[in-house]
């Protein structure tokens, strides 16, 4: 190997530790460390750093950076959402993204709900600088929309308020006891017939794909292992009763979108 490639090699892989390093830092590092931190418990202690600071939000949300993280399969699963919610009849009736979300899937999923008829769409987020920043990204369909600080787990919205609802890769970053209440929730918030839109991480088929994926989780993201089994979305919808669920799987099976119906 000549010095070229070497130097090459080098700093690819110094590229890689320290972008590996960055987000350790503001993942899960940043709340192993407010976890000694005495009296810092809230609800929001479990919302990683990346996520409320907007310095850090408009550095990562960059929508390379957000496809390479689910490995070039984002447009597939927002395309998959976008496309059921243009079959739905909205006139007149609202929607709910619950947790902001980063890339373009907020404003396809509005543009899409307004083109489907939706009355209003209502985004709720516990972190205030998440709502400014999806703001941001809306432009004329701005006006059609309400931007609500509150907690997924415990909302402040009416019963049966909406007639679909969005959840995009919220549930692997709650605590286990927080993620029944989020589906819960989401519930609550559906009027009978309406639709739960839910995407997230799935146990891999593939062996190799699911080491990659347990590694990833255990040093980033540990909460988001228990979806493979204990509290798997579908499993957890079923148990609840009254909802009647469909999925379909990417990327050999490491991702999942949940349409689940309210009975």
């Avoid at 309400?146 to 049966?160: P, W």
């Avoid at 209440?181 to 593939?206: D, N, V, Y």
């Amino acid at each position: 190997m000549n010095t070229w490639m070497m130097n090459a090699v080098f700093a690819l892989f110094a590229l890689l530790v320290s972008t590996g390093l960055f987000f350790f830092v503001v993942t899960r590092g940043a709340l192993v460390v407010r976890g000694l931190s005495p009296g810092s418990q809230s609800e929001k202690s479990h919302v990683y750093p990346i996520y409320s600071n907007m310095r850090l939000i408009k550095l990562v949300d960059f929508q390379p950076i957000i496809s390479a993280i689910l490995l070039f399969q984002y447009h597939r699963l927002v395309s998959k959402i976008v496309a059921e919610l243009k079959q739905l009849d909205l006139r007149n009736k609202k929607l709910l993204i619950t947790s902001c979300a980063f890339g373009n899937v907020i404003p396809q999923v509005v543009k899409a709900a307004v083109q489907a008829g939706a009355e209003r769409v209502l985004i709720a987020d516990i972190i205030h600088n998440e709502l400014v920043h999806a703001r941001s990204k809306l432009g004329d369909f701005a006006g059609k929309v309400d931007f609500i600080e509150d907690n997924a787990t415990s909302m402040r919205q009416s019963d049966g308020v909406a007639a679909a609802n969005v959840m995009f890769f919220l549930l692997h970053e709650l605590p286990h006891r927080l993620k029944g209440q989020a589906l819960s929730e989401a519930g609550r918030m559906l009027a009978p017939g309406g639709k739960l839109f839910l995407a997230e991480f799935h146990r891999p088929e593939l062996w190799v794909l699911r080491a990659l994926s347990w590694t990833y989780f255990k040093v980033f993201e540990p909460l988001g292992l228990a979806l493979w089994d204990t509290h798997d979305p579908l499993g957890c919808l079923q148990d609840m009763g009254g909802w009647t669920c469909e999925r379909t799987t990417y990327f050999f099976g490491n991702f999942q979108i949940i349409t689940a119906t309210k009975q």
